[in-house]
């Protein structure tokens, strides 16, 4: 199974961004989809996870109360919309899917077991 991830690009600080990831291929189940990004020079770092059924949501503290992830059931998509950006969000954000994580583990990496191919987000002062 592959992620698609997109809606990333260049904008300016305080401004807002879209970010979707969608299955190409057939639809497969999920426990858990985040978002992580990996900005240059850093390792790659957790932003956020929804639950698919329940629809609880975790974020880094960083990102909390300026990004919203959210996914659409019918289309089997999950969307991380991003406001009030800053240059520190600067990275290259993918998108993951777990079958089988538990809450303890979701802002790890090793959870996961799709990932998206990325998609760059550029914040400019």
């Known amino acids: 199974v592959q992620l698609q991830a997109y809606g990333g690009g260049l904008v300016q600080a305080g401004g807002s961004l879209r970010l979707s990831c969608t299955p190409s291929?057939?639809?497969?189940?999920?426990?858990?989809m985040g978002w992580f990004r990996q900005a240059p020079g850093n390792k790659r770092e957790f932003v956020a996870a929804i639950r698919w059924s329940g629809g609880h949501t975790y974020y880094r503290e960083s990102v909390q109360g300026r990004f919203t992830i959210s996914r659409d059931n019918a289309k089997n998509t999950v969307n991380l919309q991003m406001n009030s950006l800053k240059p520190e969000d600067t990275a290259v954000y993918y998108c993951?899917?777990?079958?089988?994580?538990?809450?303890?583990?979701?802002?790890?990496?090793?959870?996961?077991?799709?990932w998206g191919q990325g998609t760059e987000v550029t914040v400019s002062s």
């Open positions: 993951a899917n777990s079958r089988t994580a538990i809450l303890s583990s979701i802002q790890t990496e090793r959870a996961y077991d799709n």
């Open positions: 291929g057939r639809t497969f189940s999920s426990r858990y």
